[in-house]
Nanobody, 127 residues
Framework: QVQLVESGGGLVQAGVSLRLSCAASGLTFSYYAMGWFRQAPGKEREFVAGISRGGGTPGYAESVSGRFAISRDNDKKTVYLQMNNLKPEDTAVYYC????????????????????WGQGTQVTVSS
């Protein structure tokens, strides 16, 4: 019943910006911490960004800190990933994920802790 649908990926040149969206349904969205992960060919899935159920204290992987920003709109049941100054090494399939939490737990950087996942959206950055 829970469904997460990513959108906004595409083919872009280095240095430009994209905004990814993840629309959720079938859950009480405000009870869930959300995360963005990515996976490049031949590499393990890695944490990109996470945000608490209320939107406070977001966190980022070191490789994207200062360039990416995660946000959420609980009324729209949507989480966003703003990606600025994209680099070729950002090329990957990007996934959003949801994890039910209690008030004091912000998010997790461990993909195995997220039970719900979207289908992914491809981001390709050319040089």
């Amino acid at each position: 019943q829970v469904q997460l649908v990513e959108s906004g990926g595409g083919l872009v040149q280095a240095g430009v910006s994209l905004r990814l969206s993840c629309a959720a349904s079938g859950l009480t969205f405000s009870y869930y911490a959300m995360g963005w992960f990515r996976q490049a060919p031949g590499k393990e899935r890695e944490f990109v960004a996470g945000i608490s159920r209320g939107g406070g204290t977001p966190g980022y992987a070191e490789s994207v800190s200062g360039r990416f920003a995660i946000s959420r709109d609980n009324d729209k049941k949507t989480v966003y990933l703003q990606m600025n100054n994209l680099k070729p090494e950002d090329t990957a399939v990007y996934y959003c994920a949801a994890k039910r939490t209690i008030l004091s737990v912000p998010y997790s950087r461990d993909a195995s802790e997220y039970p719900y996942w979207g289908q992914g959206t491809q981001v390709t950055v050319s040089s």
